[in-house]
């Protein structure tokens, strides 16, 4: 890794800013971008954030699609809940489990989606660049600021 003297001085404006944001009473997020530049985000501007390992969903629209998913899951389960009346016997109490966890997954993925577009939008109309994955250790940012 090389040693960036003008990244650091820009890592170190970001920092004190985003404590001052804190100290005034904002709800902030100090995040690196997609770049990997420091950048302090007011709360509206992330919406959900992409884990750190596997291939994830990182866009709403992705979210959206994995909702979708969730919803067809939970028409199949309610299918095979009642499918067994249909014949002229009792329903299918297993298929509750299935009918559970894919509503789960159709909530929670709109969910996300919604919040993630929103932050979306506000982040193009201020101009804030998009949030790269994980977080910012904040001990090493404020040993470096010692220096």
């Not at 789960?104 to 939008?121: P, V």
């Amino acid at each position: 890794m090389v040693y960036d003297r003008e990244r650091y001085r820009r890592e170190d404006a970001v920092y004190a800013e985003h404590k001052q944001a804190i100290a005034n009473g904002e709800k902030r997020v100090l995040r690196r971008t997609t770049t990997g530049e420091l950048h302090s985000y007011p709360g509206d501007e992330i919406g959900f954030s992409p884990g750190r390992g596997q291939a994830q969903v990182s866009t709403w629209w992705g979210m959206a699609i994995l909702s979708t998913f969730g919803c067809v899951g939970f028409v199949a389960a309610v299918a095979m809940f009642l499918s067994p009346l249909w014949i002229g016997e009792g329903p299918s109490w297993g298929a509750l489990w299935v009918m559970g966890l894919a509503g789960f997954i159709a909530w929670y993925g709109f969910k996300l989606a919604r919040d993630e577009y929103k932050a979306a939008r506000l982040r193009k109309e201020r101009g804030s660049p998009k949030p790269g994955t994980g977080y910012v250790d904040v001990d090493l940012l404020e040993l470096g600021s010692r220096e």
